[in-house]
């Protein structure tokens, strides 16, 4: 697996891709580097190719910048932007893109808001494939975000291999993350619902807080990877392995701790953290 970061995830959004933090980047140990393009999109892609290329990293992905859960206006303006950043992206040479589902809604019943992803998600399919660019569709699996909601969503794997189903189009996979997977009462057996590794974009790892019941896990309140052993993370890796997973995988423990370390500390505590599991 292509062991990677995300620096907003694991406490430091304030850095943006760079020379020196590539080099701090390798030190720790990762292998790839996943760019949010309204802050990593700034040098010219030939120089960040050569960063990368210097620093033996690779382009592991990006953030898809299109929000596609709001309304059309804000929708359809940032699908018009869409085009120059896939070009850009592609001449870094990234090839993956990732978003994730609300599962739930007060305002939406379950058949509009299908229709509705369906609908828009095909669309931005359609600009990234101009660019050789797959997205990947994240299932949310706590409760607390279906608790109190009038319409629940998609949740699990099976919902979104629907979902994706539907969509229609072959540049659309998966984003599994331990997180949702164990809190959306995924199984062993469940990895048998994905035929190939080639239908997975990216893999997210963290822990869970101890002494919670389910519906008392809240999304954001996170740890690192396999440092509580709350989640199923043994059972969730070798299921990625089985499948012969090669891609993206990086860390979004959320936790505070790491934000008040040097970003260079809180990449070699999160390297750790992945290194003790995968």
Not at 125 to 150: C, M, N, T, Y
Request: net charge negative.
């Amino acid at each position: 697996m292509l062991k990677s970061v995300f620096p907003s995830n694991i406490g430091h959004p304030e850095i943006s891709f760079s020379s020196t933090a590539a080099e701090e980047i390798k030190t720790a140990g990762f292998e790839g580097y996943w760019f949010d393009p309204a802050k990593d999109f700034i040098l010219p892609p030939e120089q960040m190719k050569l960063i990368l290329k210097e620093n033996g990293l690779k382009a592991a992905g990006m953030e898809l910048p299109v929000e596609f859960r709001e309304d059309e206006e804000v929708f359809e303006r940032d699908l018009n932007y869409l085009d120059s950043i896939a070009e850009q992206a592609k001449r870094i040479g990234i090839t993956r893109t990732i978003t994730w589902i609300v599962p739930s809604s007060d305002t939406i019943p379950f058949e509009k808001n299908f229709a509705l992803h369906v609908e828009r998600l095909r669309r931005v399919l359609d600009v990234l494939a101009r660019h050789g660019i797959s997205l990947g569709l994240e299932f949310q699996g706590p409760k607390s975000l279906r608790k109190d909601r009038k319409y629940w969503f998609v949740h699990t794997l099976d919902g979104m291999k629907a979902l994706i189903a539907a969509i229609d189009r072959p540049n659309c996979g998966l984003v599994l993350d331990v997180w949702h997977w164990d809190l959306a009462n995924m199984e062993a057996f469940d990895f048998k619902e994905i035929a190939s590794a080639d239908e997975i974009i990216t893999v997210h790892m963290n822990d869970a807080p101890e002494g919670l019941k389910d519906i008392e896990y809240q999304d954001l309140v996170r740890r690192l990877p396999g440092s509580t052993g709350i989640l199923r993370t043994k059972e969730f890796v070798s299921g990625l392995k089985g499948l012969g997973y090669q891609g993206p995988v990086y860390a979004e423990p959320f936790a505070e701790e790491l934000a008040d370390m040097p970003f260079i500390q809180a990449l070699e505590t999160v390297s750790r953290s992945l290194d003790s599991i995968l």
